[in-house]
């Protein structure tokens, strides 16, 4: 399974963007790119997800770099609320399971 | 909210002692998935389901056994629970051709 980097944490200042990185350096052609966030006490919560081109949804937007290495979720303006855990996955080859990493997690300061 | 439950949500049991835990959906959706949480990590998949009667298993299966004998439910079991099966399971849901998966409010599961 190709794996995912992300730094361990991140702090952020509410009503302020956020860029979370994630690298994935062996990512294959066929792999998508997802995001799931994590708050306190919860179970995953699917964020956004992309292949090759930018992604924008309610929740947040999903940059991929051209050579697909790496790429940033975005939030645009950062909430109390989104103070979680982010994990960055790579869907594996055959589609049916996600390999989860250690993840980013996410302050935000009032 | 993805209509996915799980039981029981708490739950204290003895070394050795067989436990049983039942994700339930309402969805209808044809893929099932047992994740277990330890502090620190991500979520690391235990089984999954494609279908009724339908299943494999994830990367770390060694202690556990799944079944589905109808599509809403998708059960866990330990046969002779270990100190190091306490952890927080999660199940998840997704529908075929869809890439999101839906994930369950968890089970703590503590073994003493």
């Known amino acids: 399974d190709a794996k995912t980097t992300q730094p361990n944490s991140m702090e952020s200042n509410e009503e302020e963007p956020v860029h979370l990185p994630c690298n994935h350096s062996?990512?294959?052609?066929?792999?998508?790119i997802h995001w799931y966030r994590q708050l306190p006490s919860q179970g995953p919560e699917y964020v956004i997800h992309g292949l090759t081109s930018n992604v924008n949804n309610r929740m947040a937007s999903l940059a991929i770099a051209e050579d697909r290495k790496s790429s940033t979720l975005i939030l645009h303006r950062a909430t109390l609320r989104d103070a979680a855990v982010y994990y960055c996955i790579l869907r594996d080859s055959d589609g049916n399971k996600l390999v989860f990493g250690a993840g980013t997690i996410l302050r935000v300061k009032s | 909210d993805a209509g996915i439950t799980q039981s029981p949500r708490h739950k204290v049991t003895e070394t050795g002692t067989p436990v049983t835990l039942r994700c339930h959906q309402t969805e209808n959706h044809r893929y099932m998935y047992w994740y277990r949480q330890d502090p620190g990590h991500g979520l690391r998949l235990i089984h999954y389901?494609?279908?009724?009667?339908?299943?494999d298993k994830g990367e770390v299966s060694d202690g556990y056994s799944v079944s589905r004998s109808k599509t809403e439910d998708f059960l866990l079991t330990l046969e002779s629970a270990t100190s190091s099966q306490t952890s927080v399971y999660f199940c998840a849901i997704r529908q075929a051709l869809q890439e999101t998966q839906y994930f369950g409010p968890g089970t703590r599961l503590l073994v003493l």
């Open positions: 062996t990512i294959s052609g066929t792999d998508y």
């Open positions: 389901s494609y279908g009724v009667k339908d299943t």
